[in-house]
């Protein structure tokens, strides 16, 4: 993406404290549309979890069609609408394709969605179980330090993981793309 390592941090205790700032953005900006509110997801919204430094929200949508009037606003306010999933449109901020350069992902879905169900399941899984949490923390580390500048493949080799998890709590990974 960039040509710069893959960057797994300890955990930073401004992490909720930067998904609150936007959180409160994103719901003004998102009125029209929103359902469900807006949730901090993805290993930054797991206490103790090491994570590359990106604020993953996800926020609930009544109509997904309905939902892409919002994507010139959003880019008004710095965001880049790129491709993901046909449930779901994805944003990065600031619209640089510089991973180091990213500080915030958004999702927009509608509650109930594969990605809603997936993404919620898994980070609440990882805040209820400590050694889980761990075991997934020491994935990520000899992942990052395996693929080195490989994201594709970092988040590829976090699926089984991803899937076992989900499984164990009666979701089935879509066949999107996951990982946090």
């Known amino acids: 993406m960039d040509g710069m390592p ?3 941090r300890e955990y ?3 992490w909720p404290r930067r998904f609150d700032v936007e959180r409160v953005e994103l719901e003004r900006l998102l009125a029209p549309w929103l359902s469900g509110g807006v949730h901090h997801i993805g290993s930054t919204a797991v206490p103790g979890l090491s994570a590359k430094p ?6 609930g949508v009544r109509d997904l069609t309905q939902a892409r ?3 010139p606003l959003l880019e008004e306010h710095g965001y880049r609408h790129a491709p993901h999933r046909a449930t779901a449109l994805w944003f990065h901020k600031p619209e640089s394709d510089q991973l180091r350069e990213r500080t915030h992902h958004l999702h927009l879905t509608e509650p109930g969605s594969d990605l809603w169900r997936e993404r919620l399941t898994f980070r609440d899984a990882l805040r209820a179980d400590p050694a889980l949490r761990d075991e997934y923390q020491r994935l990520k580390l000899r992942l990052a ?3 080195g500048e490989d994201v594709k493949a970092y988040t590829a080799d976090k699926r089984a993981f991803v899937s076992r998890v ?3 709590h009666g979701v089935t990974l879509g066949s999107g ?3 946090s």
Do not use: F, P, Q, T
């Open 69 to 71: 009037a919002a994507v």
């Open 166 to 168: 989900l499984a164990a």
């Open 6 to 8: 893959i960057e797994v």
């Open 54 to 59: 990106i604020i993953d929200m996800m926020a």
């Open 145 to 147: 330090d395996a693929h």
């Open 12 to 14: 930073g205790i401004d």
């Open 177 to 179: 793309r996951s990982g």
